[in-house]
């Protein structure tokens, strides 16, 4: 499957959240924020979230949408949201279609140990076209960085 790229049409995907599914359609002339992370509830997917919930006034000011995006089941991403009181909605791909159309289902190393799994990636989509890609996103300023990406479009 290939990756998306800057200027094409973003991949279709439906996604699961507390408020019923997402999917690409609904953002149909809207601008759209789709970030993956690993998992729940874990240091750097808590300050992601955190983050991107700070932001959550401004990136609606903006006229964009962010959505997290997890292979965690509805449950978990609800103990998720309240316990941090995030502000945003998490989508919830279990079986990884999404992630792995957008790329995002990478082999990863830890102490010599190779396996699969979300590399943290973020998507600026704008009326169903990839604006901007960031891979392998280190979570300090992140969220920061795209409201701008946004703001700048």
């Not at 600026?124 to 392998?136: A, E, P, S, T």
Request: aromatic fraction near 10%; include cysteine; proline fraction near 5%.
């Amino acid at each position: 499957m290939s990756e998306p790229i800057v200027g094409a049409p973003a991949p279709d995907f439906v996604l699961e959240t507390a408020k019923g599914p997402v999917r690409l359609a609904d953002f149909k002339g809207k601008t759209l924020v789709l970030y993956f992370y690993p998992k729940d509830d874990t240091p750097g997917c808590t300050k992601e979230a955190q983050a991107f919930t700070a932001l959550a006034a401004d990136f609606a000011k903006a006229g964009a949408t962010v959505i997290g995006v997890s292979k965690d089941s509805l449950k978990a991403h609800e103990k998720f949201t309240a316990k941090y009181d995030l502000k945003l909605p998490l989508g919830s791909d279990p079986e990884g279609a999404v992630v792995e159309a957008y790329g995002s289902w990478v082999e990863k190393s830890l102490y010599g140990r190779n396996y699969m799994g979300i590399d943290r990636s973020t998507f600026l989509i704008q009326d169903g076209v990839v604006k901007r890609i960031w891979r392998k996103v280190k979570v300090a300023n992140h969220a920061a960085e795209v409201l701008a990406a946004v703001e700048a479009l």
